[in-house]
């Protein structure tokens, strides 16, 4: 059954440094999405992607954060100076297209720890 | 503000029980209501979805949306220990672009 892969599983990393998380999305699917944990907190949407063009962004995903599909398969989120706060796990999403009748099939994460 | 709330739990039934989740929203406009089961420490699993009116179930569960009264719920029949975790309602809408949010889930415990 295809299913989102991401890597790595778990990245450490000081504070102020860029990161670049990986995703990819299932074969098929056309919209991409990143999504974000905080340890005991909702699950909270950051940005929606289709057609290499940021689809919706929430109120989270300032200037520090960007998206790209860089070729094909991947698509990857960067976080350009990472603050302590943007500790979380971070999940990657697919879907066929979007609006009513397409889900989102969600990759494992990428827990993000930030020192 | 969108708001999607759920009753944070922890709901604990015994083995063979049915376990009924809810969840209510704030945007009218919504257009589709997914529920994922999360375990601790994993990413969301999607269990069910729903986009009209009524009932749809899909074996051991069946999910209930009344957008009138803007409340969704998820019942488990037959819950097994396996059941245990935390069930996620997530809704889906357009303003100006879509968006999904998340309640905070329900913790749900079922003892053997």
């Known amino acids: 059954e295809p299913e989102v892969t991401q890597t790595p599983s778990h990245q450490v990393t000081q504070m102020g440094q860029e990161v670049i998380l990986r995703c990819v999305p299932i074969s098929n699917h056309l919209y991409f999405y990143w999504y974000r944990q905080i340890l005991g907190q909702k699950v909270e949407f950051l940005v929606s992607f289709y057609n290499n063009e940021i689809s919706e962004k929430s109120e989270i995903f300032d200037d520090q954060f960007s998206v790209e599909r860089p070729d094909g398969s991947n698509f990857t989120l960067k976080i350009r100076s990472t603050k302590l706060e943007d500790s979380a796990m971070y999940f990657c999403?697919?879907?066929?297209?979007?609006?009513?009748?397409?889900?989102?099939?969600f990759g494992p994460g990428t827990r993000l720890t930030v020192t | 503000q969108k708001e999607v709330e759920q009753n944070s739990g922890p709901l604990s039934v015994p083995e063979g029980a049915i376990a009924s989740l809810n969840c209510t929203y704030s945007?009218?406009?919504?257009?589709?209501f997914f529920w994922y089961r999360q375990y601790s420490g994993k990413s969301p699993e999607l269990i069910m979805s729903i986009y009209s009116n009524g009932d749809k179930e899909d074996g051991r569960f069946t999910a209930q949306l009344n957008k009138a009264s803007q409340y969704v719920s998820l019942l488990i029949r037959d819950s097994q220990p396996s059941d245990s975790a935390t069930y996620l309602c997530?809704?889906?809408?357009?303003?100006?672009?879509?968006?999904?949010?998340f309640g905070a889930g329900t913790r749900l415990f079922v003892k053997a």
């Open positions: 945007d009218r406009g919504s257009q589709s």
């Open positions: 997530a809704v889906m809408g357009y303003t100006g672009g879509f968006k999904t949010i």
């Open positions: 999403a697919s879907s066929e297209f979007i609006g009513a009748g397409y889900e989102q099939y």
